[in-house]
């Protein structure tokens, strides 16, 4: 039996070409005029790309059926996308709005949890490629919850209303959205399951219309997160380019007070003798400070500090909080590093009790930070680094299966 015997082989050939045509095309744009011209950053690019050309089936297809559900992570260690942060898991099933689901499983310690219901994509230049463009029609966190004395808990999607652990859908919904957000590294993610309520068969084998059908989401997947990344922040996402360095200021929309945080997102440029100090006061809740390359894809928060939190940041006896953006290791306790990186993004998130900060920064020489920064500035020597670095390494693997 040879090419042409079957009756779809031509139909699946030819889609499965222009799938092949489009992922080629798709990275013609690690070579974009927005990224730096480095080998580092120019293969940061393509591995931007190959992270979610390893996920694009597994949401064209694999967990696509929404009579069938399945509990995708979204990002990991090895899959950074759509401005992800560093301190926080990410997962996804898509649903729709006639069937009943149920969730089940630990809540785990996590300082912030959420579980959102998505609605209809809306249409325009403003909406980002799938599988965002979402509209929250209804949520739940953590504290919302009951959960029993052991720590386990159900949580129903759709159906009749079921209290007190529910979420309603409509005719459009399509997805549910997970994040669990962390602080200090001994915190632990709640182990979640999910199934349609009234399954009665098993799950459909892929047809030859369905894996044609994939490989055009997936085509539109792989298009978009490099034609999208990262025009489409500073287009829409209110991030400012033309200005790098400096803090927008953080100004929640109704979807992010639907979503439980605020954020602001600052693009930053350093020369090879230049540092960045952010700065703003310590205040209440639970905020996060992420740094990720070019395409908005997090940096690598198993193996460098990448990321701050309150419980793993020190703060000056002024009560300010001050980072040190900087090419190597300046030796201060909150050195966020730029994995050699020119060029990149630094995204703040504000969750939880308080009000966002007010983020200011200052472009100083290298060597000069010794005498700019406070004399009370928490140092690190090489081996106390080190600890902190596997402090960091254990607690992220502990977050994910790593």
Partial sequence: MTFGDGADDAALDRAWGEFCDRLKAAGTHAFKDFNATSGAQRADAFRFLTQNLGQAFDLALETRDPRYPSIHAFCNPTRKLGGDCAD????????????????????????????????ARPVGPHVLHEPFGDVPEANVFGHQLHVEPDGTFELYIGGPERGPNW????????????????????????????ERVDMTGPKPLPTAATMIDAFSWAGDFVTGLMTSWPEFPFTYGGV??????????????????????????????????????????????????????????SMDFLYRPVSYTPSRVSTDGDGKVRLVLAHDDPGVHNWLDTQGFERGNLTYRHMLQGQPAILTTRLVRRADLDGVLPPDTKRVTASERTAQMWERFNGVRGRFPL
Avoid at 172 to 184: C, E, M, N, V
Avoid at 253 to 261: C, I, P, Q, S, Y
């Fill in 88 to 119: 926080f898991t990410y997962q996804q099933a898509w649903i729709d709005g006639q069937s009943t689901y149920r969730i089940s499983g630990t809540r785990g310690t996590a300082r912030f949890f959420n579980i959102t219901v998505q609605g």
């Fill in 167 to 194: 979420l309603p859908t409509t005719v459009a919904s399509r997805k549910l959205f997970i994040r669990q957000g962390f602080d200090h590294w001994d915190e632990r993610p709640g182990q979640l399951r999910i």
């Fill in 240 to 297: 400012d380019n033309e200005h790098p360095n400096r803090f927008p200021a953080v100004d929640a929309t109704e979807a992010d007070n639907k979503r439980g945080r605020a954020a602001a997102n600052m693009y930053w440029e350093l020369g090879p003798d230049d540092a960045l100090i952010v700065e703003f006061d310590a205040h209440e809740g639970l905020w996060m400070l992420s740094n990720m390359g070019v395409f908005f894809a």
